[in-house]
């Protein structure tokens, strides 16, 4: 019973994970229907940013707590700047062009970011510091669930709680529903399109950048090369729940890492790839657009 | 403004085709020069070219990287004495990433460029893919890091020769180890790659032929996944009371410090591809107490003292894995062409199995197979942040 | 924006070069010193930190504030100044560019189009060879570059195939890479076990590549662009798995060597010649891929498939059968990647699972979308350049995969549709006793 338990939990934090990353893709996938390939990258920045921040003022002799908190500020910050610039140089020029085009866009961006930190920082595994303190109360817990597993699994909810709030009840959280349906409508009843797009591609790296940063340091390594398997699976999981739409892409994530969990503890760990993607075709091949999706009716 | 457009198209058309083109320009002005060489005469050239060929980007870079070091390192200090037989040493460098089929683009290119000896390649299964065209072409390759056994045992590559131990002889010893250490139960992980898998099925099928020890988990982890968790799950609910891991040292830190964080704290042993001190940079504290298997300790060896010097002085820095090795690599093939008087294959391979040479890991000669005799494992444990050699 | 207004034949070439998407020149100033400072900021923590956290030192990299500000503020000029040639292109006519027109020009007078391809053929068929010539040894091609081209022409035969899919149906495929690698390990275990040369594997990899694009394509039938997308992926990263795992039957991840070469009635080749051979096969293929494709797109089957590319809902009502359709393009699709896959084994001699990753399919997509979907032309440019100028950067070394993926974003914006586009037939007909002069 517990070893189902752990690996319950272990799923759990697993799923955090990839759901911090997955709400990226579905918001933008949502917004201009892109898959956008260098999400993951962000994600890899975020965390290196973090990094950055808290070697430095690890150096300068900062407090333990107030390292993660501002790592975590800048991170966003960066990864925030980064996704905005990305959207302005990569995409936003590709409105109007084939559905393909800006994939391959995206793909060449993802290229060229991991390039750039491998050649601006290093192609080594940096150790990341362990900013997330242990808490006293988990101290009995320790071998079930850790206390960087538990912060993981609350940033994510509150992220998706925060999320959902702020679409379902602010002024531009409507104006993104908006634009998620109709582009041209939008335009017409005077939302700044622009500006949507923009702060669709801010908040998802913001969400992506945390998780960088929290996962980094619960694993204490990062690499230039992190992106791209967290970016494939998040991905995966983003579709699994229906893509565009935000519940969905929790719960794609959260799927996701429970079956592999329980694939590795109760089959074979080198099987856990193949049966989350068996997963994901069986439940693609009985639910066309996914778990949560809303089957879009096309109009002739 | 169309016109610009095409225009710039055109011209880019035009520049690859000029590169093309220019290419071959070079390549046959070479073979004039050459040409009396192609004649079969071997007296040594004015220059001499040592290859280097392995991972020099792309993830496995910090393990290939360390090799083009060691190989200009080699060259300077022997030409500044005046070079081999008469010619300046002067090395060039092709890339594989590890992989098989840039591999065999590497190699053809060392045979097209008619270069004679390769230090390289760096991973196994890049080696395995290039050893044909080299064999077939007659070129003497040595590697510092290849350790599949097959590659000498089976006898096919009479020109591949290797400055570090094969796998199954690192296998014996860490679970000779293992077993010294009074572990019973063995959970085997590997991290699925070719030198991972087959150090762990080395261990495994030694583990088997033995009795009071057993297997009791044998699981391979997907390098770069998320987190581990799952595994050491796994490894704690098997009642394994040791873990032994083939692999390399991000996913070996990433499996012990989620093994410690969980409060599993049965030993940890590993490979030479973890006995490096950026494992230790990386795990941090949750380093202390894992055991891994590496060369036999050099660090009182004076030539690898003065190569460290070197590295050191020139690139400002430690020198990365596979250094040593590589080191001993470079100085082995120039001394060997040094011995035979000409880079004729049958001369420098003869001059390998027969001479001794002073290298950074040792006194070394290599045996008819192409393995080095003078070099062998020992296991090593980190003790306060350092791997320590335990007797 | 005022410059559009403007006549532009009286503007200036510079004064447009400098002004561009802005409406004045200190406008257009103040826009770039913006940029500059942005980026400055935003590479600030990557390019000029670099914190060591094992020694504890900080590395300050102040000169590359410098390079990133200047660079910036002058790209920023040429960067405005394409995306308002690329606005002003859109307005003028839909139509193609010199290149294109040039291409069409060969294609429809055939004394130029078969003197041509005869050049072609010679230069292609004498490339690889040593041969003297008014006395001076002339060689195309040496051993490195043939390696290379055989590499080239590989991908050439897989973006075709892939076009099928992609271009032609529309379906997006990403995981393309799955029938190659069936191919593959095809030929090498039946090589391994049975012995079975490499000219009994290709028919024999042409068929499983069938076999499974069908099996594959079942699943897929019901699902409508992003999550075929997906579905696929899972499916290359499913084959790439199991060859890894399986190690009793696939040989895991150590891979298979010593793959027999192709024999020519049984002669012993060398390693120059083998290649040279290998290079020969390789442009016959590509000739009959290319051939086929050309067939298959003026075929009932391929105006099925543009049609499904289209619009779904209209190809159905038109009575096209989806799933055959659909099916037809993923079987048809596998096949050139299967027999792409047995020769990529006879060529390397040495297969692993690592070499058919999801990066490969996405290589094959990015050579299909970057040549110009649809178009046989465009692959084969978009599979020279996406091959041939990474190797050719080599001396770049370290900054050769950073300016592919720069190159790759810079072509998609810059030109979307691709480099050559696909061309329908058009037909044209020459106005005989009418007394308008029409003809289009």
């Excluded at chain 1, 923009?198 to 340091?217: E, K, R």
């Excluded at chain 2, 060369?295 to 004076?302: A, G, L, T």
């Excluded at chain 2, 090795?325 to 001369?347: F, H, M, R, W």
Aim: hydrophobic share 50%; glycine share 10%.
């Amino acid at each position: 019973m517990e070893y189902f338990l752990e690996l319950l939990l272990g799923g759990l934090t697993r799923g955090s994970i990839y759901a911090l990353i997955a709400l990226g893709y579905t918001m933008v996938y949502g917004i201009i229907e892109l898959i956008n390939f260098a999400h993951g990258e962000i994600y890899m920045i975020g965390a290196f940013t973090g990094l950055i921040v808290a070697g430095l003022l690890t150096m300068l002799g900062f407090p333990g707590a107030s390292i993660l908190a501002i790592a975590l500020v800048c991170a966003v910050i960066w990864a925030a700047a980064y996704g905005y610039t990305i959207e302005k140089v990569a995409y936003k020029p590709l409105r109007g062009a084939p559905r393909l085009s800006p994939l391959i866009s995206a793909i060449g961006m993802s290229i060229f970011l991991q390039n750039y930190v491998m050649l601006s920082q290093t192609s080594d595994f940096l150790p990341f510091p362990e900013l997330i303190p242990e808490f006293g109360f988990m101290k009995g817990y320790n071998s079930i669930m850790s206390s960087s597993e538990l912060v993981i699994v609350g940033a994510t909810i509150l992220s998706c709680i925060g999320l959902t709030l702020f679409i379902k009840f602010t002024k531009l959280g409507k104006a993104m529903r908006a634009t998620a349906q109709n582009r041209k409508m939008a335009m017409l009843v005077g939302i700044n399109v622009d500006m949507v797009i923009s702060a669709t591609f801010v908040i998802g790296s913001s969400l992506a950048a945390v998780g960088g940063v929290l996962i980094a340091s619960h694993v204490g390594q990062i690499n230039y090369f992190i992106g791209f398997i967290a970016g494939i699976k998040a991905f995966t999981a983003a579709v699994l729940g229906g893509i565009g739409s935000i519940p969905g892409a929790m719960l794609g994530a959260l799927v996701l890492g429970m079956t592999e969990a329980f694939a590795t503890g109760y089959v074979s760990s080198d099987y856990e790839d193949v049966f989350a993607f068996c997963l994901l075709v069986l439940i693609l091949i009985f639910r066309p657009a996914g778990i949560m999706g809303k089957e879009k009716t096309q109009k002739v | 403004m169309r016109v610009k457009l095409s225009l710039i198209a055109l011209c880019l058309a035009m520049v690859a085709m000029l590169a093309a083109c220019g290419g071959e320009a070079e390549k046959i002005e070479k073979k004039d020069a050459q040409g009396d060489v192609e004649t079969g005469e071997v007296a040594a050239p004015a220059k001499l070219v040592l290859g280097v060929a392995g991972a020099h980007s792309g993830d496995l870079a910090s393990y290939g990287l360390p090799s083009i070091n060691a190989a200009k390192l080699v060259a300077a200090k022997l030409n500044a004495a005046g070079g081999v037989n008469g010619a300046m040493v002067e090395v060039v460098s092709q890339d594989d990433q590890c992989k098989p089929e840039l591999a065999t683009n590497a190699a053809t290119k060392m045979v097209s460029d008619e270069v004679k000896i390769v230090l390289g390649h760096i991973c196994s299964g890049a080696t395995k893919a290039a050893m044909p065209i080299y064999l077939e072409s007659e070129i003497v390759v040595m590697s510092p890091s290849a350790t599949n056994p097959p590659l000498t045992q089976s006898g096919e590559y009479p020109n591949f020769f290797r400055t570090i131990a094969p796998d199954d002889a690192q296998a014996a010893l860490e679970v000779s180890f293992a077993k010294g250490l009074g572990l019973k139960k063995i959970a085997v992980i590997h991290d699925k790659g070719d030198y991972g898998k087959g150090f762990a099925s080395f261990c495994k099928q030694f583990i088997e032929a033995e009795d009071g020890i057993e297997v009791v988990l044998f699981e391979g982890v997907t390098p770069g996944a998320v987190d581990y968790s799952a595994v050491v799950q796994k490894i704690k609910g098997s009642g394994a009371d040791g873990v032994i891991f083939g692999g390399y040292h991000p996913e070996a830190s990433k499996i012990v410090s989620g093994m410690r964080k969980k409060g599993v704290e049965i030993p940890f042993l590993s490979d030479d591809g973890v006995k490096d001190d950026t494992f230790i940079k990386v795990a941090g504290k949750y380093a202390e107490g894992v055991y891994a298997t590496g060369p036999m300790d050099f660090s009182d060896n004076p030539v690898y003292q003065e190569a460290v010097a070197a590295h050191k002085k020139e690139f400002g820095a430690d020198p990365g894995p596979f250094f040593p090795e590589a080191y001993s690599a470079a100085l082995a093939l120039l001394n060997a062409v040094e011995n035979a008087g000409s880079t004729d294959y049958a001369k420098v391979t003869e001059a390998l199995r027969t001479k001794y040479v002073d290298t950074a890991v040792g006194k070394l000669k290599f045996d008819a197979k192409g393995d080095a005799e003078g070099v062998g494992f020992s296991v090593y444990q980190v003790k306060d942040g350092k791997y320590v050699e335990v007797k | 924006m005022s410059n559009l207004t403007q006549d532009t034949s009286q503007q200036s070439a510079m004064s447009f070069f400098l002004t561009a998407g802005c409406d004045s020149l200190p406008h257009a100033l103040k826009k770039s010193f913006l940029a500059a400072i942005w980026f400055v900021f935003l590479t600030f923590p990557i390019m000029v930190i670099r914190v060591d956290t094992i020694d504890k030192t900080v590395v300050w990299r102040w000169e590359n504030m410098a390079y990133i500000a200047l660079s910036i503020f002058f790209g920023s000029f040429v960067w405005r100044w394409l995306l308002a040639r690329k606005e002003l292109e859109k307005d003028e006519t839909k139509g193609e560019t010199k290149i294109e027109a040039l291409l069409t020009v060969i294609q429809t007078t055939p004394t130029i189009k078969f003197s041509l391809l005869c050049l072609i053929a010679v230069i292609a068929v004498v490339a690889p060879l040593k041969f003297t010539f008014l006395g001076s040894k002339l060689q195309f091609f040496d051993l490195y570059q043939t390696n290379i081209m055989v590499s080239c022409l590989v991908y050439v035969v897989l973006g075709l195939g892939l076009n099928i899919v992609v271009g032609l149906a529309g379906l997006l495929d990403l995981g393309y890479v799955a029938f190659y690698a069936v191919g593959a390990y095809a030929y090498a275990l039946s090589n391994m076990h049975w012995g079975l040369g490499f000219w009994f594997a290709l028919p024999l990899g042409a068929v499983l590549g069938t076999l499974l694009g069908v099996l594959l394509g079942f699943p897929v039938l019901r699902l409508r662009g992003d999550y075929l997308a997906i579905v696929t992926l899972g499916f290359g990263e499913i084959i790439r798995l199991v060859l890894e795992n399986w190690g009793e039957v696939t040989m895991g991840p150590s891979g298979i060597s010593k793959i027999a070469r192709p024999g020519f009635f049984g002669m012993k080749m060398s390693i120059i010649d083998s290649t040279i051979y290998m290079y020969y096969i390789m442009i016959g293929l590509v000739i009959f891929t290319i051939f086929c494709v050309n067939r298959l797109q003026n075929s009932r089957i391929g105006r099925a498939w543009l049609a499904l590319r289209e619009d779904e809902i209209a190809c159905q009502a038109m009575g096209i059968d989806k799933m055959k359709t659909k099916l037809m393009a993923f079987a048809l699709g596998a096949t050139w990647a299967g027999m792409a896959g047995v020769v990529f084994a006879a060529k390397t001699t040495f297969i692993n699972p690592a070499s058919f990753t999801f990066w490969e399919s996405a290589i094959i997509l990015s050579i299909v979308v970057i040549g110009g979907m649809g178009s046989i032309r465009g692959v084969i440019v978009g599979a020279i350049i996406l091959i041939l100028v990474p190797e050719y950067l080599r001396d770049f070394a370290e900054f050769r995969m950073l300016l592919f993926g720069a190159i790759m974003v810079l072509v998609m914006v810059f030109r979307p549709q691709g480099l050559i586009s696909a061309k329908r037939k058009i037909y044209k007909y020459k106005a005989s006793n009418t007394a308008s002069a029409g003809n289009e």
